[in-house]
């Protein structure tokens, strides 16, 4: 075996050439991988002893995609076509060998090679739409000549992970390989390629038709899930070129839209989204020497939605799970809600039966608060009441185990003040979920003064373990995400006020790339959400609907009218209510333009975000954003509210809040931490 460079090596086995990756973790192709590859090849076509070469990579993956840290550098060494170059048109047959993932520019490498094997556990596809761009080495071009253009556009379009036996069905891979024989399978397969002199096959040389109604039909399906976003129709456009052009052109195409995508702020805001995420887990005083507790039975008390939802995390991730209610009712409808949910799963096909019975076999129900003793974790879920939460946890203090981590799902009071009703607060944190629980992926992780790192530690990998996307915050009013959802929602109040309606507010955060404005969602989640009939008293609009009974699609009628499919119209109604509030206050209704809508709505979260900041509520900007776009809706390609603040420029930002504390009053005061660095020059995403 001889060394191309420090990730790559070529060997003979016979006259079959096997050129190894070796590039931790992924493989990815950095400038070393794409030279040891390029040399590689080279030197494997220029031996005569060798009659075929297979591609094949060390670890725990194929080539998993491009190195995403030098996107926007100069490009050094060998490029990727250069590498795609040598392989597609060696006079030797080129075998990949794939297991892990193939996936972006990993998938792109497999497909310059005249064949391709795996083991069934492989995954492939080309997932660079989740990144806002398109694959840019040639896999638009490639992939609908070998899968079609109705399977190119799924793949392309999801970003989707494509299992090692239907990639093979649809021509994908053309042969599997038994698992853990990947190495002996590809070189038997390279040397039948030779013995049995099979053509060296081109993928680019293959031809691909579609009708053009099979274009039309797929951008109708999916007008609402790509809304907003570029990429998907990007995508779809190469695909079209991969149909009706030569593939020179084809590619041609493919270039000039990567390259408008690549420089524009759609991609840049998805990928600082994609890095942002990752930070997140990097808690500057936690190290990965921090113990980790162990977390083998969970308990939570409430099985309404929200314990529902929660124990449903656990289940999913194979930890057995102990749900506590008040009255054998509750606990009767909660534990048939979960199952449920998971019959309606299993005839989606996504669940088997079987995995459905193993699921609720380890979730048992009580009535007893004394039965979750043995638990190592106990996540309380009921109402939103400081002193039934402070009860309960006094309670727990007697009967949970040494060492078992509490945690409360409030959503806005003060853990500080939870876990002083305990003789232990070191154990005790705050996990937030959001609704619906088993799908939202954001988990608040929320750190109290007497907080320790094992538990913070733990719960930051317990978040991992259940597919959430974890963030850790301060305590404070709301934490990060609903203290600024609160700045947000005041505003949109405040302008409606002042004489936008309601439709207004909502079409323009509609329009920006929320799922839908703040008046839509209330009506959704009922309008009486902490509404008490016997202490309304009329002085809200959010009153006065719920006293007429208005109370959100639910009942036909909150701010919107409804009709028999739930579909909005604005309502003369709530029209004449706010009309009739403003002539009561005595203000003349005033347009109310939409760039002041948004600006108002949202350079005032952008100011309370850097107030987290300034508090140490937050660790990064990023990590705020992470918030907003995981447990919010903010529209990815955005980036999140600190990330459009930078976009927008942080000097345009304190301008107009000055504008507004002008008109308005100092509600708009920009922080400290925003005017320095605003007058610096500077950026969120400066801060260190």
């Known amino acids: 075996m001889a060394a191309i460079n420090s990730v790559t090596d070529l060997s003979n086995e016979g006259d079959v050439a096997v050129i190894t990756l070796n590039s931790p973790p992924v493989n990815a192709l950095s400038s070393g991988v794409r030279d040891g590859l390029y040399e590689g090849f080279k030197a494997a076509i220029a031996d005569d002893s060798v009659k075929s070469i297979v591609l094949i990579c060390d670890g725990r993956t194929f080539i998993a995609g491009a190195d995403i840290s030098e996107f926007g550098g100069a490009a050094k060494g060998a490029s990727l076509f250069d590498v795609q170059n040598i392989m597609e048109n060696s006079p030797k047959a080129v075998v990949a060998a794939i297991h892990g993932t193939a996936l972006g520019g990993g998938l792109e490498v497999a497909l310059t090679a005249h064949y391709r094997v795996a083991v069934p556990s492989a995954k492939v596809g080309l997932p660079e739409v989740n990144l806002g761009l398109l694959p840019g080495a040639g896999g638009t071009q490639r992939l609908p000549r070998i899968v079609g253009a109705e399977k190119a556009l799924e793949m392309m379009t999801s970003g989707s992970h494509v299992p090692g036996k239907a990639a093979a069905a649809m021509g994908l891979v053309d042969e599997l390989v038994e698992e853990g024989n990947l190495r002996a399978g590809a070189i038997a397969f390279a040397k039948k390629v030779v013995a049995e002199n099979w053509p060296l ?160 076999a380890a979730l048992t129900g009580s009535l007893e608060l004394s039965d979750l003793a043995d638990c190592d974790l106990i996540i309380e879920a009921v109402f939103e009441n400081m002193d039934i939460k402070k009860d309960i946890f006094g309670k727990l203090d007697k009967i949970a185990k040494p060492g078992a981590i509490l945690a409360t799902n409030t959503s806005y009071l003060n853990v500080d003040e939870i876990a002083a009703a305990t003789s232990r607060p070191e154990s005790v944190i705050g996990l937030h979920f959001f609704s619906p629980a088993n799908v939202m992926r954001l988990l608040e992780i929320v750190r109290g003064d007497k907080t320790s790192k094992p538990v913070i530690a733990t719960s930051m990998k317990l978040a991992k373990t259940i597919g959430k996307v974890g963030v850790l915050v301060g305590v404070c009013p709301g934490f990060v995400g609903n203290r600024m959802l609160s700045s947000r929602q005041g505003q949109a109040q405040a302008v409606v006020a002042e004489g936008a309606m309601p439709w207004d507010v909502d079409r323009v955060l509609y329009d920006f790339g929320f799922p839908m404005g703040p008046f839509a969602m209330s009506d959704l989640a009922g309008l009486d959400i902490g509404w008490d009939k016997e202490k309304s008293s009329g002085s809200t609009i959010r009153e006065v609907l719920c006293e007429m009974d208005r109370r959100g699609q639910k009942t036909g009628a909150g701010y919107y009218d409804y009709d028999e499919n739930r579909n909005a119209k604005p309502s003369p109604v709530t029209e004449k209510i706010i009309k009739d509030f403003a002539a009561k206050a005595g203000t003349n209704p005033r347009d109310v333009g939409d760039e002041e809508i948004l600006e108002r709505t949202i350079f005032t979260m952008i100011n309370e975000g850097a107030k987290i900041l300034e508090e140490g509520k937050a660790i990064r900007a990023s990590d705020i954003d992470t918030v907003w776009v995981n447990g919010y809706g903010w529209p990815v390609y955005r980036g999140g509210p600190m990330h459009y603040g930078d976009s927008v420029g942080l000097a345009k930002v304190v301008e107009r809040l000055k504008h507004y504390q002008d008109k308005h009053g100092d509600f708009f005061k920009p922080s400290a931490l925003l005017e320095k660095l605003a007058s610096e020059g500077k950026t969120f995403a400066s801060l260190k």
């Open 201 to 360: 096959k081109k993928v680019r040389d293959r031809e691909v038709k579609a009708d053009p109604q099979v274009f039309a039909d797929f951008r109708k399906a999916n007008a609402r899930k790509f809304r907003g976003f570029k990429a998907p129709e990007s995508n779809i456009q190469c695909i079209e070129a991969a149909v009706n052009l030569p593939f020179e052109e084809g590619l041609a195409v493919e270039r000039k839209l990567f390259v408008e995508l690549m420089t524009g702020p759609q991609s840049a805001a998805q990928r600082y989204v994609f890095f942002a995420e990752r930070a997140a887990n990097k808690i500057p005083d936690v190290g990965d020497d921090v113990e980790i507790l162990p977390i083998k039975t969970v308990g939570v008390i409430g099985a309404g939605t929200m314990g529902g939802g929660i124990s449903m995390n656990f289940l999913n991730a194979g930890i057995p799970v102990k749900i506590v209610e008040m009255k054998q009712e509750a606990l009767d409808r909660g534990l048939g809600v979960i199952r449920k949910n998971y019959e309606n799963t299993a005839k989606k096909g996504r669940l088997t039966q079987d995995d459905v019975e193993k699921r609720m």
